[in-house]
């Protein structure tokens, strides 16, 4: 089925611990992104990509780095996990304005991301 | 920078009522994207209903309608006819228009709705 497919689905970290969470869409958009989501907070961008080979950071990006590895697939790799990381991530992706069919986004199912 | 505004955190209707859901926004851009987010219990984030700010008619889809006045910078859900499967987070999100919307969504903190049998 098309849509945004995202890697593991739950996950349990030491605090230091690294780990990559793995995202990859199949409807040729052009926009990825990863939001966290924390009780209370809504969704929060962490980093997006507005295009293959270009990243920029979103409103929380502390502690995370991100790889646009070409159209289809954009990880986030959290180095050293602290307890603060403990969160629900979604990986969602987009067309671009001039190509909207329905001018909303996609989203994965999101990782439940523990770190003890 | 945009910001989203929730102000309820929770709402209860009985099953069959009507119900509304508030969401305010703040920007400088004149052109721009407002959705009404669904997540049940499954964590999947479902698009209900979306907005173009061009456009002064207010959106519809079936049993859910806006209410958008852009001069107030509001634009709130209207659920007719609640039903047990519309219990669930609502999330209001913008999109601006900027860098041919790639920026990304700015998300409300979210309305939690339970619906009452």
């Known amino acids: 089925n098309a849509g945004v497919t995202q890697t593991p689905k739950f996950q349990v970290l030491k605090t230091g611990q690294s780990m990559t969470l793995q995202c990859a869409q199949d409807?040729?958009?052009?926009?990825m992104y990863w939001y966290r989501q924390d009780p209370g907070m809504g969704l929060r961008l962490i980093y997006y990509?507005?295009?293959?080979?270009?990243?920029d950071k979103g409103e929380v990006p502390n502690g995370y780095n991100v790889s646009r590895l070409n159209k289809r697939e954009f990880s986030l790799r959290l180095e050293s996990a602290a307890p603060s990381q403990t969160s629900v991530y979604f990986c969602?992706?987009?067309?671009?304005?001039?190509?909207?069919?329905?001018?909303?986004?996609?989203f994965g199912s999101g990782t439940r991301l523990t770190v003890v | 920078a945009q910001t989203v505004t929730q102000s309820q955190p929770e709402m209860s209707v009985q099953e069959a009522e009507t119900v509304t859901l508030s969401c305010t926004y703040d920007?400088?851009?004149?052109?721009?994207?407002l959705f009404w987010y669904k997540q049940p219990p499954s964590r999947q984030m479902i698009l209900v209903i979306r907005?173009?700010?061009?456009?002064?008619q207010n959106a519809t889809e079936n049993r859910f309608s806006v209410n958008f006045q852009k001069a107030a910078k509001s634009f709130s859900l209207k659920i007719s006819d609640s039903q047990l499967g519309d219990a669930a987070m609502y999330f209001c999100?913008?999109?601006?228009?900027?860098?041919?919307?790639?920026?990304?969504?700015?998300f409300g903190k979210g309305t939690h709705l339970i619906i009452q049998p």
């Open positions: 920007t400088s851009e004149s052109d721009y994207y």
């Open positions: 990509s507005a295009s293959e080979g270009t990243t």
């Open positions: 409807m040729n958009h052009n926009s």
């Open positions: 969602a992706s987009s067309e671009g304005l001039d190509r909207l069919v329905n001018y909303g986004y996609t």
């Open positions: 999100a913008y999109r601006s228009r900027r860098r041919g919307g790639a920026d990304g969504l700015t």
């Open positions: 907005q173009e700010a061009y456009k002064q």
